[in-house]
């Protein structure tokens, strides 16, 4: 027996917005030759909230969100971008829409400094480039973003695993995008980075982008999303949200001993604080 749970408009203070989600997906299912990556997964984002996607390794995460960033084109279902069906055939059709991806590998140039990888492919200026007005453009973006770093002519490989993982969210911000996707932003990071680029998080929402973070870190999840979506073995096994959430169930949803295809009753997840 299949459960399907409404997603419903968020209500919580955080998130919720009554002109409905930014994003809807409705259907999806996608293969890698004999691998079904993905199987009729639903997912609505609204605007101002971080949704978490987890799940164990091979979920479907990465692949769902591929989708979003238009790498991958989905074998079924639906994509509504602000109420209207669109198709995300490449990564700049999803950019064009609102949609910025940071990749777990940030696909930073080494040899550039932080300007130049800010600006990678959008140089302000004609054949000789506005140096001055792209420097100014970084600091202020960088400033906005409370980002800590010495100088914006340091070259990103000087930079510490934090630092680049704000210059690659900063990058994503250029053309203010809607929805922010981190695909494991923190994986690589010690305690105080972590933390910063949860408040860089918190801040994203708080200016109103909906974020969604991929993470293995159940420590991280729990301080900042207001929404946890379960993939295991491409379905959505759990849909959680804060603050009835608890690590418990998270992880029984992951692992696959709360299962919803088998029948946990409707009212028991309920009173978990699942959707
Ligand atoms: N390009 C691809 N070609 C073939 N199979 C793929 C491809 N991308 C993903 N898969 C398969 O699809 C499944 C889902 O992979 P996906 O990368 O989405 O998982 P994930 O939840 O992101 O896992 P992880 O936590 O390890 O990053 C896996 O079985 C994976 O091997
Ligand atoms: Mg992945």
Known sequence: ????????????????????????????????????ALRNVDLDLYPGEVVALVGDNGAGKSTLVKILAGVHPQDAGTVTFEGRQ??????????ELGIATVFQDLALCDNLDVVANLFLGREVGGAVLDEETMERRSWELLRQLSARIPSVRMRAATLSGGQRQT?????????DPRVVILDEP????????????????????????????????????????????????GRVNGRFRAPAMSYEDIIASITGVLNLEEGTPEDDIGERGSL
């Open 186 to 233: 923190t994986a690589a990071l010690g305690i105080a980075q972590t933390a910063e680029v949860l408040n860089l998080i918190e801040l994203l929402r708080e200016r109103g982008h909906c974020v969604v973070l991929i993470s293995h870190n159940m420590a991280d999840v729990q301080a900042v999303a207001d929404r946890v979506i379960v993939l295991r073995l």
């Open 86 to 95: 669109v198709s995300i055939p490449s990564p700049a059709a999803s950019r």
């Open 1 to 36: 027996m299949s459960y399907s749970f409404g997603e419903g408009a968020p209500y919580n203070s955080a998130g919720g917005d009554p002109r409905g989600p930014v994003v809807s997906m409705r259907g999806i299912s996608k293969s890698f030759g004999h691998v079904q």
């Open 167 to 175: 210059v690659a969210i900063a990058r994503s911000l250029i053309g």
